[in-house]
């Protein structure tokens, strides 16, 4: 069992930063791959980026490639999503997720493949 604690979020104007954070509880931390996805209201849950087990590895969505960067501390059981130039399209509630199915960066693109949930951390971009 693995849970999800996003922080992080908030009011931010277009062209701002923020650096979200989640946590992870459990000591099994670096054998899931991690993900953070977006949703915003009425719209359906999207990809955002994803990292590989030990980090190496990253995979971003077209729409935020050059401006959002993800990493984790696998020591400090901790991923992140830095996330500069913000839009107001990018607001939205943003969760982060753990997989354990393996394979290539791609997979981790789709929520079916992921095993557990944050509680999400809202982020509004305003103009």
């Known amino acids: 069992q693995v849970q999800l604690v996003e922080s992080g979020g908030g009011e931010v104007q277009a062209g701002g930063s923020l650096r979200l954070s989640c946590a992870a509880s459990?000591?099994?931390?670096?054998?899931?791959?991690m993900g953070w996805f977006r949703q915003a209201p009425g719209k359906e849950r999207e990809f955002v980026a994803a990292i590989s087990r030990s980090g190496g590895s990253t995979y971003y969505a077209d729409s935020v490639k050059g401006r959002f960067t993800i990493s984790r501390d696998n020591a400090g059981n901790t991923v992140y999503l830095q996330m500069i130039s913000l839009k107001p399209g990018d607001t939205a509630v943003y969760y982060c997720a753990a997989a354990r199915a393996s394979g290539t960066l791609m997979i981790y693109a789709y929520t079916a493949n992921y095993d557990y949930w944050g509680q999400g951390t809202q982020v509004t971009v305003s103009s």
């Open positions: 459990g000591r099994t931390f670096s054998s899931y791959a």
